[in-house]
């Protein structure tokens, strides 16, 4: 299995945090919290590459940590 690295970016914008990646173009998060922005980022690229299968490589998804 070959495991790939994207990072990502959260900013605060009033009382939410929102998450992106330069790699998931179109592609963000939302939270109260870093830890829930996070959480909807992962998720949202998740689903991006499941939606998305002749755009993004097959992707092994590792539980958070």
């Known amino acids: 299995m070959r495991a790939y690295t994207y990072p990502i970016t959260i900013e605060r914008e009033g009382r939410k945090y929102y998450a992106y990646s330069k790699d998931f173009p179109g592609v963000y ?3 109260k919290t ?3 922005a996070k959480a909807s980022i ?3 690229m998740r689903l991006y590459s499941v939606a998305s299968p002749l755009t993004c490589r ?3 998804w590792a ?3």
Do not use: C, D, N, V
């Open 63 to 65: 539980p958070l940590l």
């Open 29 to 31: 998060g939302l939270g």
């Open 42 to 44: 992962l998720e949202a």
């Open 34 to 36: 870093i830890e829930e």
């Open 58 to 60: 097959r992707l092994e």
